[in-house]
């Protein structure tokens, strides 16, 4: 019988949405493009998960954006808080979770950056994680 507990929980700041997570957690990715920029005020740090693996017990304020013709974001509708970005469409088996809602401990890793031909300008990166302009594996 499988472990019923879950490998991850989290939230928003005023606990409108909380969150469990059933199943394995990708590392932790920061994207910098200009959506997620202005979406969350700086770039954001994500893991992901499979959708069918996340439940909620508090949902009540989750609120999602059509912030493309193919994604929309999760947030709170009353504290702002900025938590999860998922694919539209068919076959769009995974949702994002920004890493920053997850409980502690996490153990994960931030392993690279996406998107960081669109960075802004006051900060550098220097972390020594991987760098991609654009989407991994893609044209770049």
């Known amino acids: 019988m ?12 005023c606990g409108g949405v909380r969150y469990r997570v059933y199943g394995g957690l990708r590392t932790v990715i920061a994207c910098h493009c200009s959506q997620c920029r202005r979406s969350s005020g700086n770039f954001v740090a994500a893991t992901n ?7 909620f017990d508090a949902a009540a304020t989750l609120t999602w954006y059509a912030s493309s013709g193919t994604a929309e974001r999760g ?3 009353r504290c ?5 970005w998922r694919q ?11 890493a920053g809602t997850l409980d502690p401990p996490t153990g994960l890793r ?5 998107f960081v ?4 300008d006051f900060y550098d990166i220097a972390d020594g994680a991987a ?7 893609r044209q770049e």
Do not use: E, Y
């Open 80 to 84: 702002g808080g900025n938590l999860f």
């Open 75 to 77: 947030f709170c509708g």
């Open 49 to 55: 998960a499979r959708r069918d693996a996340v439940q």
């Open 2 to 13: 499988p472990d019923p507990s879950p490998s991850a929980t989290g939230g928003c700041l």
């Open 88 to 98: 539209t469409g068919d076959g769009a088996a995974t949702i994002s979770i920004m």
């Open 117 to 120: 031909a669109d960075k802004s």
């Open 110 to 114: 931030l392993t690279s950056h996406i």
């Open 131 to 137: 760098c991609h302009a654009g989407w991994p594996g």
